[in-house]
């Protein structure tokens, strides 16, 4: 990494240079936020920025294809789909006629970094440009095109590229441009095809049953839903593992000789855990063993004539390109670009290009050529066959998610006398049911005999507790909210019924999904442990919550659907101020006293200023903004926006900043106040919180299942160390259960949050490209890392 000393020099260094962006290839969602992010954070460092419309084609053409951008060229784009710049693809610059016109078009502008986003096959394009680049100079020179000392002048290019493919396709980023955006639209049809069928929970006052009802009786009905991926069944995979798919097909795992049948018998059999609907996913790339193409059509006639039922072909196509980029697509594109600016900056002639690449939470820098020639190695395992080394080419999660949707389809449970509960605490968050689905099924895998706990540890002093079957927790993957429901009742007062009823139902394990009064209750019932054998028992908590507070962990349950939620609400008051006199918007987020919500939003909406508690403000800085504000106004533009945490400062409180600009800013701009609310709380799960839920349901259960074995002595489970009660937590991507005894230390109890976040280095970058005069030296950038074969990964979550 880089100093502080080396960042505050950098600050400038683009005085003088040139840059240029362009997007290349397929569209996708998030492009726009990249080329606005590259676009101003060029501006901040002092280079001169470029933008090239209609991708390689336009480099070669030049002339108004090249054009000078300022900070007002990529305003209000980051919240559209597709690519506001163009793309097209272009035969002339696989000529090298075609690169000495586009050589020479750069060297006209003086551009000597280009930022490209795209494929590999636009960043395999660009390496070739660069490495011809003296030649082609030379030759320009040569012809009388340019002359010698404008050839040295601009001897060197510097080239980094930004990945944009739906597929999540490319070796070596956990993630790339556009593939959550994706799963959002493929979710979105998923979710609408699953709404002819509700979900009803029967409860009285023990909720002694939870069944699935169909609002028709008279069919059995199936579903094909075809999905892009030719070439890489990463879509295909997440949808079926978010959506409780019956049946996958993938290009990395052919199905075996005679699936047809092994197909059917499954549909067959899902009948009798009173499933009615069957969804089959299909990536468009499926083949057989032998390299055959399964067609969509083909199984849905399959479908129809061994069993009848009534089948339907969804084909998605250029669907999930369109539409407006997820939060999770604009956070990472503004991350990208800003690194993609710093290597540029930072490149010498001996650098080699770069892709920017997300390692967990961070932006990486990683060798553009070795992560291309990676990828390529896993379509030659595919033409060869060899599927198996195929999927592990992938990378880690993708190997994972293959694992985890083969260990959740139907298998018969067995029968065993370890008892598990499982209960919901706190708020209610998106992604609970897929964590309680994933959870309850492996567990009867394993043998274990399942309660539900409603109402939390409420319920659990009460009794309200029911014993969960395989078909219990059908279609529960897309279920926005708490099935089982929830309360914030800590178990301190209620120990003693508690644990009466623990000993009733022989519980031998508690598996706590909730936010941090479920940390906070696994905590208590630790310390509980001196007192209660009962409670000396596996305990571990899946962190749920929006406000993402919960410590041992860099991502919660249900803030990645609060934060597009919050993004979608933003988006709609934005718009709403479209052809009007000027204005500015104030919201408050929720979040308690933890500003992730409220930043994160801020990065994906392209706000003004987010105030949150963890970075203190003051009154000179509410009058900076409304300044800065009051300077952006005067400049054409028709609108800002503001938010604020709900619980940022005890006096600067929501209607006091609303009245401060109002009066600031009398006569140039008006303002309105919005309270986001709840809103952030509801709404259906986002892919990421359906995949990420699912996964830690399996993780968790496979640590109970071997803590309980581990600590199981004179007929029964007895565990009391302090690594049996842990909270399940993602660092980086690294799963980890950490002892909430060990979390009291680095936990701030009175405002309900971990005391060092790793989201706060993201508040520099919301600042910067809001166009503040931030110190520079508070920016972290990306690490440099090394790709081999066994470091290639692709994970979204882990």
Same mark, same amino acid.
């Given at each position: 990494?880089?100093?502080?000393?080396?960042?505050?020099?950098?600050?400038?260094?683009? =005085?003088?240079?040139?840059?240029?962006?362009?997007?290349?290839?397929?569209?996708?969602?998030?492009?726009?936020?990249?080329?606005?992010?590259?676009?101003?954070?060029?501006?901040?460092?002092?280079?001169?920025?470029?933008?090239?419309?209609?991708?390689?084609?336009?480099?070669?053409?030049?002339?108004?294809?090249?054009?000078?951008?300022?900070?007002?060229?990529?305003?209000?784009?980051?919240?559209?789909?597709?690519?506001?710049?163009?793309?097209?693809?272009?035969?002339?610059?696989?000529?090298?006629?075609?690169?000495?016109?586009?050589?020479?078009?750069?060297?006209?502008?003086?551009?000597?970094?280009?930022?490209?986003?795209?494929?590999?096959?636009?960043?395999?394009?660009?390496?070739?440009?660069?490495?011809?680049?003296?030649?082609?100079?030379?030759?320009?020179?040569?012809?009388?095109?340019?002359?010698?000392?404008?050839?040295?002048?601009?001897?060197?290019?510097?080239?980094?590229?930004?990945?944009?493919?739906?597929?999540?396709?490319?070796?070596?980023?956990?993630?790339?441009?556009?593939?959550?955006?994706?799963?959002?639209?493929?979710?979105?049809?998923?979710?609408?095809?699953?709404?002819?069928?509700?979900?009803?929970?029967?409860?009285?006052?023990?909720?002694?049953?939870?069944?699935?009802?169909?609002?028709?009786?008279?069919?059995?009905?199936?579903?094909?839903?075809?999905?892009?991926?030719?070439?890489?069944?990463?879509?295909?995979?997440?949808?079926?593992?978010?959506?409780?798919?019956?049946?996958?097909?993938?290009?990395?795992?052919?199905?075996?000789?005679?699936?047809?049948?092994?197909?059917?018998?499954?549909?067959?059999?899902?009948?009798?855990?009173?499933?009615?609907?069957?969804?089959?996913?299909?990536?468009?790339?499926?083949?057989?063993?032998?390299?055959?193409?399964?067609?969509?059509?083909?199984?849905?006639?399959?479908?129809?004539?061994?069993?009848?039922?009534?089948?339907?072909?969804?084909?998605?196509?250029?669907?999930?390109?369109?539409?407006?980029?997820?939060?999770?697509?604009?956070?990472?594109?503004?991350?990208?670009?800003?690194?993609?600016?710093?290597?540029?900056?930072?490149?010498?002639?001996?650098?080699?290009?770069?892709?920017?690449?997300?390692?967990?939470?961070?932006?990486?820098?990683?060798?553009?050529?070795?992560?291309?020639?990676?990828?390529?190695?896993?379509?030659?395992?595919?033409?060869?066959?060899?599927?198996?080394?195929?999927?592990?080419?992938?990378?880690?999660?993708?190997?994972?998610?293959?694992?985890?949707?083969?260990?959740?389809?139907?298998?018969?449970?067995?029968?065993?006398?370890?008892?598990?509960?499982?209960?919901?605490?706190?708020?209610?968050?998106? *992604?609970?049911?897929?964590?309680?689905?994933?959870?309850?099924?492996?567990?009867?895998?394993?043998?274990?005999?399942?309660?539900?706990?409603?109402?939390?540890?409420? *319920?659990?002093?009460?009794?309200?507790?029911?014993?969960?079957?395989?078909?219990?927790?059908?279609?529960?993957?897309?279920?926005?909210?708490?099935?089982?429901?929830?309360?914030?009742?800590?178990?301190? %007062?209620?120990?003693?019924?508690?644990?009466?009823?623990?000993?009733?139902?022989?519980?031998?394990?508690?598996?706590?999904?909730?936010?941090?009064?479920?940390?906070?209750?696994?905590?208590?019932?630790?310390?509980?442990?001196?007192?209660?054998?009962?409670?000396?028992?596996?305990?571990?908590?899946?962190?749920?919550?929006?406000?993402?507070?919960?410590?041992?962990?860099?991502?919660?349950?249900?803030?990645?659907?609060?934060?597009?939620?919050?993004?979608? *609400?933003?988006?709609?008051?934005?718009?709403?101020?479209?052809?009007?006199?000027?204005?500015?918007?104030?919201?408050?987020?929720?979040?308690?006293?933890?500003?992730?919500? =409220?930043?994160?939003? *801020?990065?994906?909406?392209?706000?003004?200023?987010?105030?949150?508690?963890?970075?203190?403000?003051?009154?000179?800085?509410?009058?900076?903004?409304?300044?800065?504000?009051?300077?952006?106004?005067?400049?054409?533009?028709?609108?800002?926006?503001?938010?604020?945490?709900? %619980?940022?400062?005890?006096?600067?409180?929501?209607?006091?900043?609303?009245?401060?600009?109002?009066?600031?800013?009398?006569?140039?701009?008006?303002?309105?106040?919005?309270?986001?609310?709840?809103?952030?709380?509801?709404?259906?799960?986002?892919?990421?919180?359906?995949?990420?839920?699912?996964?830690?349901?399996?993780?968790?259960?496979?640590?109970?299942?071997?803590?309980?074995?581990?600590?199981?002595?004179?007929?029964?489970?007895?565990?009391?160390?302090?690594?049996?009660?842990?909270?399940?937590?993602?660092?980086?991507?690294?799963?980890?259960?950490?002892?909430?005894?060990?979390?009291?230390?680095?936990?701030?109890?009175?405002?309900?949050?971990?005391?060092?976040?790793?989201?706060?280095?993201?508040?520099?970058?919301?600042?910067?490209?809001?166009?503040?005069?931030?110190?520079?030296?508070?920016?972290?950038?990306?690490?440099?890392?090394?790709?081999?074969?066994?470091?290639?990964?692709?994970?979204?979550?882990?």
């Amino acid at each position: 990494k880089m100093s502080s000393i080396d960042l505050e020099k950098l600050k400038m260094t683009g =005085a003088g240079r040139a840059m240029a962006v362009l997007t290349s290839g397929g569209d996708a969602q998030g492009m726009n936020a990249a080329v606005r992010a590259v676009t101003r954070m060029g501006i901040y460092v002092g280079a001169k920025v470029y933008l090239i419309y209609e991708g390689y084609q336009g480099m070669v053409d030049g002339g108004d294809n090249i054009k000078l951008a300022n900070w007002q060229s990529v305003s209000n784009i980051i919240q559209q789909g597709g690519t506001a710049i163009g793309s097209a693809r272009c035969k002339a610059f696989t000529t090298r006629e075609g690169r000495i016109a586009a050589a020479f078009n750069l060297v006209k502008k003086g551009i000597t970094n280009l930022c490209v986003c795209g494929g590999d096959g636009s960043l395999t394009g660009a390496n070739i440009f660069r490495c011809e680049w003296s030649s082609l100079l030379d030759e320009l020179v040569q012809k009388g095109r340019i002359t010698d000392t404008l050839a040295k002048q601009h001897a060197h290019l510097n080239i980094v590229g930004l990945v944009g493919s739906i597929d999540n396709d490319f070796c070596g980023t956990d993630m790339t441009i556009g593939a959550d955006s994706a799963l959002h639209r493929i979710m979105e049809i998923i979710d609408a095809i699953m709404t002819t069928f509700s979900v009803f929970i029967c409860s009285h006052t023990f909720c002694k049953s939870i069944q699935m009802w169909c609002t028709s009786h008279s069919h059995q009905r199936t579903f094909v839903l075809e999905v892009m991926g030719r070439h890489c069944g990463y879509l295909a995979l997440v949808s079926a593992l978010a959506s409780g798919a019956d049946w996958l097909f993938i290009p990395e795992a052919p199905p075996q000789e005679g699936w047809e049948d092994r197909m059917c018998d499954r549909l067959e059999g899902s009948r009798t855990t009173g499933s009615r609907l069957n969804i089959i996913i299909i990536a468009e790339g499926a083949i057989d063993i032998n390299g055959k193409p399964i067609s969509s059509t083909y199984v849905k006639d399959l479908v129809v004539q061994r069993l009848g039922y009534d089948t339907r072909v969804t084909v998605l196509g250029h669907v999930q390109r369109g539409g407006t980029p997820s939060a999770f697509d604009r956070i990472l594109s503004s991350k990208l670009g800003v690194e993609a600016v710093v290597a540029l900056m930072e490149a010498t002639p001996d650098t080699p290009p770069c892709a920017i690449g997300l390692s967990g939470n961070q932006a990486v820098r990683l060798p553009l050529m070795e992560c291309v020639e990676m990828t390529k190695l896993v379509q030659i395992a595919m033409d060869e066959k060899r599927f198996e080394e195929a999927i592990k080419l992938r990378g880690g999660s993708f190997e994972n998610n293959w694992k985890i949707y083969k260990l959740l389809s139907f298998q018969k449970p067995v029968q065993s006398e370890v008892s598990l509960a499982v209960l919901n605490v706190g708020a209610p968050a998106a *992604g609970m049911n897929a964590a309680v689905r994933s959870a309850v099924r492996l567990a009867l895998t394993h043998g274990q005999k399942v309660y539900a706990v409603h109402d939390g540890f409420q *319920g659990l002093a009460d009794g309200k507790v029911v014993e969960m079957e395989w078909h219990s927790v059908a279609g529960w993957t897309g279920q926005g909210g708490s099935l089982l429901g929830t309360k914030r009742t800590l178990p301190e %007062k209620h120990m003693e019924k508690i644990v009466e009823t623990i000993s009733k139902f022989n519980i031998s394990a508690l598996l706590v999904i909730g936010g941090f009064e479920g940390y906070a209750g696994v905590l208590q019932l630790f310390e509980a442990r001196g007192r209660y054998d009962e409670l000396c028992i596996p305990m571990c908590l899946i962190p749920a919550t929006v406000s993402n507070n919960v410590p041992g962990t860099d991502f919660s349950l249900g803030a990645d659907t609060a934060v597009n939620a919050a993004m979608e *609400g933003c988006d709609k008051i934005k718009q709403s101020a479209s052809g009007t006199k000027r204005r500015v918007f104030v919201v408050e987020t929720m979040g308690g006293f933890c500003g992730y919500l =409220a930043t994160c939003t *801020g990065i994906a909406v392209g706000a003004d200023a987010a105030y949150i508690f963890e970075d203190p403000f003051n009154i000179q800085d509410l009058k900076t903004n409304v300044d800065h504000l009051t300077e952006k106004m005067k400049k054409d533009v028709q609108r800002g926006l503001v938010l604020r945490n709900e %619980k940022c400062h005890e006096n600067y409180t929501t209607d006091f900043i609303h009245r401060l600009y109002s009066s600031e800013g009398k006569g140039i701009f008006d303002c309105r106040v919005n309270v986001l609310g709840h809103l952030q709380q509801g709404g259906a799960p986002s892919p990421f919180d359906r995949n990420f839920g699912t996964k830690l349901g399996v993780r968790a259960i496979q640590w109970i299942s071997e803590r309980m074995t581990e600590n199981f002595r004179q007929g029964r489970v007895f565990a009391n160390s302090p690594s049996t009660a842990c909270v399940l937590g993602l660092n980086r991507k690294v799963i980890s259960f950490s002892p909430v005894t060990e979390l009291k230390a680095v936990t701030d109890f009175e405002h309900r949050m971990p005391r060092v976040q790793w989201w706060f280095n993201l508040r520099p970058m919301l600042r910067m490209l809001a166009r503040y005069q931030t110190s520079f030296c508070e920016y972290v950038p990306g690490e440099i890392e090394h790709v081999t074969r066994r470091s290639i990964s692709i994970d979204h979550g882990f």
